[in-house]
């Protein structure tokens, strides 16, 4: 498989969370890597997000239309979207994202931002949302929230076509007792190498 689709491991999710924090805009590259990271959006979903009015920053709505769906974020994507939020003050539409100018972004735009950080992090082949999404998706997989293990197998070929059965089964697991996040997952997996 090209290494541009091999998810992440916990050392280059630590590595390219740190290389976020080094870029023109570091609070909102950072919270676009734990958005996919911890929800599984996908590329045209990003410039969707919805804060919940009535949460205190630990639930985002992601999508749109009927399609819209409620993911609980993790601390560390909690705590991204609390830094966007302090330091990011204009918010389109209830939107998170937004440009300098206060716009929309472009998926391109925000395609390009994460290439960057890749690229700052060393991490082998291409980092886009993609490649995000199927860590994010093995992630849930070594969690156990997902059932049926033939998701892994479609998800290296055709990812779109597992979408809404694994997203599914993976909301679902949030309401579970002792749930972690994917990227709380990640990062507290990265810890436990770096200690061995």
């Known amino acids: 498989m090209a290494p541009s689709l091999v998810p992440l491991t916990p050392g280059e999710v630590t590595a390219v969370l740190a ?3 080094h870029g023109r805009r570091p609070v909102l590259d950072r919270w676009l890597i734990a958005l996919v990271l911890d929800t599984g959006a996908r590329r045209g979903e990003l410039s969707t997000v919805t804060r919940c009015p ?31 939020s302090a330091h990011e003050e204009r918010a389109t539409a209830g939107r ?15 395609h390009e931002r ?10 082998m082949g291409s980092l886009t949302v993609r490649r995000l999404r199927r860590t994010w998706l093995a992630t849930v997989l070594q969690q156990g929230h997902l059932e049926d293990e033939s998701i892994a197998t479609l998800a ?7 979408a809404r059965a694994s997203v599914t089964e993976a909301l ?6 002792g749930w972690q996040s994917p990227l709380d997952y990640l990062l507290a997996h990265a810890r436990i190498e770096r200690a061995a």
């Open 172 to 177: 679902a697991a949030q309401a579970a007792v």
């Open 114 to 123: 994460i290439l960057q950080v890749g690229l700052r992090a060393g991490v």
């Open 54 to 84: 009535e949460d205190a920053g630990h639930v985002v709505g992601v999508g749109a239309g009927p399609s819209e769906r409620l993911i609980r974020l993790g601390s560390e994507a909690s705590g991204a979207l609390a830094s966007l």
């Open 19 to 21: 290389a976020a924090r």
């Open 156 to 162: 290296d070929h055709h990812p779109e076509s597992l």
């Open 96 to 110: 998170v994202l937004s440009t300098c100018s206060g716009t929309i972004p472009t998926d391109g735009g925000l």
